[in-house]
């Protein structure tokens, strides 16, 4: 994005994992001051004081992540009760100083439809017998029965805009909002974090409040080393509630361009004085590589000894629903006004696109997502280039508007139901409905498009339309001055509630401090809505 710096409660055994993974995380808090990273000692048992997170749950499946202060060998153990009579013992990694002590271990075997409870131990790799505390986590796997439902949350940017953990409103609140809701699952839509956003110790906001930020030496510039990309996926853990959260609500991530750089795309050289690396390619290198390191993806998760080593994937939550995660940054050409009359790797890449396609036939679920890490019909620019789809032109596509035609197309005429599409990136929230009678390409079934976020960063002013796929602003909501910090804008994520015995599905775009703003109720078993 091209921005820049300046419910319900859980049930009884939930709030028993919370505890625990609290305790365990203690010492990331002090009191008043602020946060502060755990203490790296050198003698005792290994400790995981950056908590727990699982990621791309599925019927049978998942990951969960754990870092360590020391080498450690990682094991997990599961059950469906949390008193863990009855346990499965799942063997993770060596954690060592090459994955900057981070491991993930892969579930498998997992039985669908159940409260999975875990506990992560690491073990002295040099004597087994000298282990740490036990730090404990709790998932729900995708349902195998249509009748059960599925209901997640999605939401993005955090940490952005200069404004990061400040201790004095309670630090990334609305994660402790998403927490009580008690999600399936959490869709984050990009931009997890802002590596090209160095924070200050404060903030003076324009009605003479102050703003403070908690501060690490790796938010204090852009990151460039691979280090300094940790560091910036570590911050986010300092949270309290960003651990909390984590220890009973699994991931789905995808990421977009400030987990690199703003507004980065492939073969891009910088010139940036912040940056004495100036190659992105490099700096993407570093990134997803700390990406995989810190985040559960199944597609970056070490396999066979080698990584696949990409983003874009389907996370499959049962007979209602398939996930289809994008990577709208990795396989993109460069950012330009975009009126070229001929574009084949436009924002998704060719291959990317085939895959796509293959994948969203094939797909035999009720409702498809399309989580994507930009919008499609909303204008972000780039300066005088683009930085997502639309360009401004309201006529026929052009640039990368070509790409998306020719998906549309092939959803309309393979005649796919159940599509919708999911982002966050522009820092406001909105629902559109796309259709052809209003536009100018018009080979192509309506469909929906929902925005919500940021989650914890800076709000933005609504972004322009573009006429091509005839989108209609159906709600809105957003500041009227750039980079409202989260003390004068709410923050913003959305939900997604389908009905196991009617198959409906419904969005609410959501407020942090409990506010439904719009919902929109959707059928089943339609091409277009």
């Known amino acids: 994005m091209y921005r820049s710096a300046p419910g319900s409660s859980p049930s009884p055994a939930r709030r028993s994992v919370l505890r625990g993974s609290l305790a365990a995380s203690a010492a990331l808090t002090v009191g008043g001051a602020g946060l502060a990273a755990p203490a790296f000692a050198l003698s005792g048992r290994p400790r995981a004081e950056w908590g727990v997170q699982t990621g791309d749950v599925t019927t049978s499946s998942g990951l969960v992540w754990v870092r360590s202060d020391r080498p450690a060998r990682m094991l997990v153990e599961t059950s469906t009760g949390e008193s863990f009579r009855r346990v499965r013992r799942h063997h993770g990694p060596l954690i060592g100083a090459g994955t900057d002590f981070t491991g993930t271990t892969a579930l498998r075997g997992l039985p669908a439809g159940e409260q999975i409870h875990y506990r992560v131990t690491l073990a002295d790799p040099d004597d087994p017998r000298r282990t740490g505390e036990r730090i404990t986590g709790t998932f729900r796997t995708a349902p195998d029965r249509r009748r059960d439902g599925v209901r997640f949350l999605w939401s993005g940017d955090i940490a952005g805009q200069g404004w990061g953990i400040n201790p004095d409103i309670g630090g990334f609140r609305a994660y402790e909002e998403m927490r009580r809701l008690d999600p399936d699952f959490f869709l984050c839509s990009g931009d997890s974090i802002y590596a090209d956003g160095p924070l200050q110790p404060s903030v003076t906001l324009p009605d003479g409040r102050i703003w403070r930020n908690v501060t690490t030496p790796e938010k204090a510039k852009v990151a460039e080393t691979l280090d300094e990309y940790r560091g910036n996926f570590r911050y986010n853990l300092l949270d309290h509630n960003v651990r909390a959260f984590n220890a009973q609500v699994p991931t789905v991530t995808q990421w977009d361009d400030h987990e690199v750089r703003n507004n980065w795309y492939p073969g891009q050289i910088l010139d940036d004085a912040r940056y004495t690396e100036k190659n992105v390619d490099v700096l993407a290198s570093r990134a997803l590589r700390a990406f995989g390191e810190y985040t559960p993806v199944s597609t970056l998760h070490a396999r066979d000894g080698g990584r696949e080593g990409r983003m874009h994937r389907v996370v499959r939550y049962g007979p209602l629903l398939d996930v289809f995660v994008l990577d709208m940054r990795s396989f993109r050409n460069a950012n330009s006004p975009g009126r070229q009359p001929d574009d084949t790797t436009g924002i998704l890449g060719a291959e990317q696109l085939a895959w796509l396609k293959r994948e969203l036939a094939a797909s035999t679920a009720v ?7 930009m919008p499609l019909g909303l204008v972000v ?31 309309k005429h393979r005649r796919i139901t159940g599509t919708l599409w999911l982002t966050a990136d522009v820092h406001h929230t909105s629902a559109q409905h796309y259709a052809p009678e209003r536009a100018a390409f018009q080979d192509f079934a309506p469909f929906w498009e929902f925005v919500s976020g940021p989650l914890a960063a800076g709000g933005f002013p609504a972004s322009a339309l573009d006429a091509t796929f005839g989108p209609e602003r159906v709600f809105v909501r957003a500041p009227e001055r750039a980079n409202l910090s989260p003390m004068e804008s709410p923050q913003y994520f959305g939900e997604v509630d389908i009905d196991g015995h009617s198959g409906e599905l419904t969005v609410r775009l959501r407020a942090e401090g409990g506010t439904v703003l719009f919902s929109k109720v959707l059928q089943p078993g339609r091409v277009g809505q």
């Not at 409702?367 to 994507?372: F, I, M």
């Not at 300066?383 to 998306?404: F, H, K, S, Y």
């Open 381 to 411: 620019p780039d300066g005088t280039n683009i930085e997502a789809v639309a360009q401004g032109d309201p006529g026929a596509p052009l640039g990368r508007e070509l790409q998306i035609a020719e998906l549309l197309r092939f959803v």
């Open 367 to 373: 409702w498809k997502v399309l989580a994507a890490d």
